[in-house]
């Protein structure tokens, strides 16, 4: 069965600093998509970025940036240049292509980031 | 393009009642998945319908139900509420579903007495 470990269950941060945030998943599909969202105080999960695991190209978009590493089973995700609107809690989620039918996302505990000014 | 809306947004109901929570995806959108959020077991998989039929369900109890119309929009329902119940009610809308990228609505917040 698929699952998703947030080791890292609060972050805090003096604004401008960077916040990596730890995911490692299991699986046993070789097919899978792994996502990050964020929390803000406000409740709605917002969609971060999304990768494949067949492509283990890390990439940055603006102050984000990941890190997809298939031996170690890790996604990790990276702020760079923290900013106090970055406080929310980080969840990282995993979808396996292989399971039957259906479109479900397994959840890591989340990790609850604070940047303080 | 509007996002996912989800109606009503708080709930207070006592327990044994029943309660229906609606979610209107986004415009294209024929996949909608349902999740629950409570801060012990964190967020966990309901249900998911595509084309009005249930294609994956999770491990919750049978007073936990849905639906979904031709328009895409979608019902849970939850009967002889418990406690336990109360939780924050995520919604999400994709695509065709099958990995495509969710898009959370506001959710939902029940508090059972």
């Known amino acids: 069965a698929q699952k998703v470990t947030q080791a890292q269950t609060e972050i805090s941060v003096v604004e401008k600093e960077d916040v990596t945030l730890d995911c490692v998943y299991e699986t046993r599909d070789t097919t899978y998509y792994l996502f990050w969202y964020k929390q803000p105080p406000s409740g709605e999960l917002v969609f971060l970025i999304r990768r494949n695991s067949f492509d283990e190209q890390n990439e940055i978009s603006g102050r984000y940036s990941w890190n997809f590493q298939k031996s170690t089973s890790s996604f990790n995700f990276t702020i760079t240049a923290s900013q106090v609107v970055d406080s929310a809690v980080y969840f990282c989620?995993?979808?396996?292509?292989?399971?039957?039918?259906?479109?479900?996302?397994?959840f890591g505990g989340g990790t609850r980031v604070l940047v303080k000014p | 393009k509007a996002g996912v809306t989800q109606t009503p947004r708080y709930l207070i109901k006592t327990r044994g009642q029943q309660v229906t929570l609606s979610c209107s995806p986004i415009s294209g959108h024929r996949s909608v998945s349902w999740y629950q959020q409570t801060p012990g077991q964190g967020l966990q998989f309901l249900f998911e319908?595509?084309?009005?039929?249930?294609?994956n369900k999770g491990n919750f109890p049978g007073r936990f139900s849905g639906r979904q119309f031709s328009n895409s929009r979608s019902e849970m329902n939850v009967s002889t509420l418990e406690l336990g119940d109360s939780a924050l009610y995520l919604c999400?809308?994709?695509?065709?579903?099958?990995?495509?990228?969710?898009?959370f609505g506001p959710g939902t917040r029940l508090t059972v007495l």
């Open positions: 989620a995993l979808s396996e292509r292989g399971q039957a039918a259906g479109n479900k996302l397994t």
């Open positions: 319908y595509f084309s009005e039929t249930q294609r």
């Open positions: 999400a809308s994709s695509l065709v579903g099958l990995t495509d990228t969710q898009y």
